[in-house]
């Protein structure tokens, strides 16, 4: 296991959407996929599962080790004892989030959000027709602060479901136990429900505390929480599909089992049984991976200090997403399209994340050290060239 070794020549073999999406000259820095394989246990579970043969139908949560196993995982990495009763299968979060829009708020709801926000997220409210009402992030010094003022006056009888990110993305915040608390006071006070997608909390470096999941704030918040999370984006396999919910009281569940199950989809064997090989044998492979991601952090933080001090980046305190403002280059169009058409880099447009993210672009740093030298040398170039 060397995340050293991986070159471009190589990564470019990969058929997966980051690779291909943009043609051979191309450097990928937008969409969350690592470029790290997976752990070797799940390479090997994968092969035994195609040698078998068997490809069968997975068993229901309820006779599936998984939830016995995320919520023993919760206690011990965070102090947090979810019932493992309460654990339902998902098929990925996204479409969790959609399922938790559609059935914990309706067209006269409001749904409040904390911008700059992962897209997909946006994108659900906007397609289902809900008001979003936006709380901002805002970056200060070596921090991300949050608006609580604008969080409280936002406030009104129809709101109804705040959508947290928790570790965020694509700041890379950890929220501390004061915001959280703060945030859960505001909950309690407007009766909200509280969505916490909590997909990169394996993924902290050493400058944030443990991560802290909402629903260990109290019994009062965690009866009005469905936790979110997965293996998926901590373990390299975005393509497996299988994401756990946790809800918090017995109404949340019955009102998730309000959807039509048939439409609802679920995990499959394979995510199932990956996902166990991920939480039970490869905290190794999750370890070395994030001090290689923290050393990236670190190595992308300088060489933006340095060679390209006009781009504002606040250092991310989880993720391995980084988010740039690139205001100051006073560019006359979006920075992501200046980098890929003069760098060749692909980044995420800010614009898409919302209010806020105008101007700015997320970048990924989970590559090799010298993909990502290569990324950063070409922007610099690029910018060179144009001043
Ligand atoms: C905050 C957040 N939630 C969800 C996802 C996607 O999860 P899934 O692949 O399970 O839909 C991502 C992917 O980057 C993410 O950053």
Request: charged letters at 25%; proline letters at 5%.
């Amino acid at each position: 296991m060397d995340h050293d070794e991986i070159t471009l020549e190589q990564a470019r073999k990969s058929a997966s959407l980051k690779w291909t999406r943009y043609g051979p000259g191309v450097i990928p820095s937008w969409i969350a996929d690592m470029d790290f394989p997976v752990a070797r246990p799940i390479s090997e579970l994968l092969r035994l599962l195609a040698d078998s043969g068997d490809l069968s139908y997975a068993p229901n949560m309820h006779e599936e080790p998984l939830a016995q196993l995320f919520s023993q995982r919760m206690q011990n990495r965070y102090g947090w004892v979810p019932d493992p009763s309460g654990f339902d299968s998902m098929t990925d979060i996204v479409q969790a989030i959609y399922i938790a829009v559609a059935v914990l708020c309706d067209e006269d709801h409001q749904v409040i959000l904390q911008t700059p926000t992962y897209h997909p997220i946006l994108s659900a409210c906007r397609k289902m027709n809900r008001e979003m009402v936006f709380n901002s992030l805002v970056p200060a010094g070596n921090g991300w602060q949050i608006d609580f003022d604008q969080l409280r006056d936002c406030m009104g009888p129809r709101s109804k479901l705040l959508l947290l990110v928790n570790p965020h993305n694509p700041s890379g915040k950890a929220f501390q136990k004061d915001e959280l608390e703060t945030i859960a006071g505001i909950v309690l006070e407007n009766d909200l429900f509280v969505v916490s997608d909590e997909i990169h909390c394996d993924l902290m470096y050493s400058n944030a505390g443990p991560h802290i999941p909402f629903a260990s704030i109290s019994r009062e918040v965690a009866e009005r929480t469905v936790t979110f999370n997965s293996a998926t984006k901590s373990h390299n396999m975005g393509g497996i599909r299988c994401a756990m919910a946790h809800y918090g009281s017995e109404s949340l569940r019955k009102q998730f089992d309000r959807f039509p199950d048939g439409m609802r989809g679920g995990s499959n064997a394979v995510g199932n049984r990956a996902t166990r090989i991920a939480w039970e044998q490869c905290d190794d492979w999750l370890e070395y991976t994030i001090s290689y991601l923290e050393a990236n952090r670190d190595y992308f933080v300088s060489f933006l200090q340095r060679e390209m001090p006009d781009l504002r980046h606040v250092p991310n305190q989880s993720t391995f997403l980084a988010w740039v403002d690139c205001r100051e280059l006073h560019l006359d169009h979006d920075p992501a399209e200046f980098f890929l058409k003069r760098a060749k880099v692909a980044a995420y447009s800010g614009a898409q994340f919302g209010p806020g993210g105008e101007g700015c672009i997320r970048m990924n740093f989970a590559t090799s050290r010298s993909i990502l030298s290569e990324k950063l040398e070409r922007m610099k170039r690029a910018l060179s060239e144009i001043y």
